[in-house]
């Protein structure tokens, strides 16, 4: 069984950054892949950026050229930058670990808790 504990979520002004962070509890981290999810208010939840046990990232165009994705597999924790963000970024953030880097969320065995990021504007 896989733990996620998502971490960095909070208030943050437009045009401003924050970084969350994935802390998986499992010494085999390396191999899986890393997805990052969100869901705003009233939708459904969307895949965000993706990153491959290799370090090969993906990302939705929403937030192509805004976030990066990277991760330390000694710290077995995986990361989401986020720069320049804007009110539409507001929603719960999930990460996810599975065997591929995927869009879709049914190829992730495992989800964190969500952290909360809010974009005032």
């Known amino acids: 069984q896989v733990q996620l504990v998502e971490s960095g979520g909070g208030l943050v002004q437009a045009g401003g950054s924050l970084r969350l962070s994935c802390a998986a509890s499992?010494?085999?981290?390396?191999?899986?892949?890393m997805g990052w999810f969100r869901q705003a208010p009233g939708k459904e939840r969307e895949f965000v950026a993706g990153?491959?046990?290799?370090?090969?990232?993906y990302f939705a165009d929403s937030v192509k050229g805004r976030f990066t994705a990277s991760r330390d597999n000694a710290k077995n924790t995986a990361y989401l930058q986020m720069n320049s963000l804007k009110p539409e970024d507001t929603a719960v953030y999930y990460c996810?670990?599975?065997?591929?880097?995927?869009?879709?969320?049914?190829?992730?065995?495992?989800w964190g808790q969500g952290t909360q990021v809010t974009v005032s504007s």
């Open positions: 996810a670990a599975g065997t591929l880097m995927a869009k879709a969320e049914r190829m992730y065995d495992y």
């Open positions: 499992v010494s085999t981290f390396s191999s899986y892949a």
């Open positions: 990153i491959g046990w290799s370090g090969s990232t």
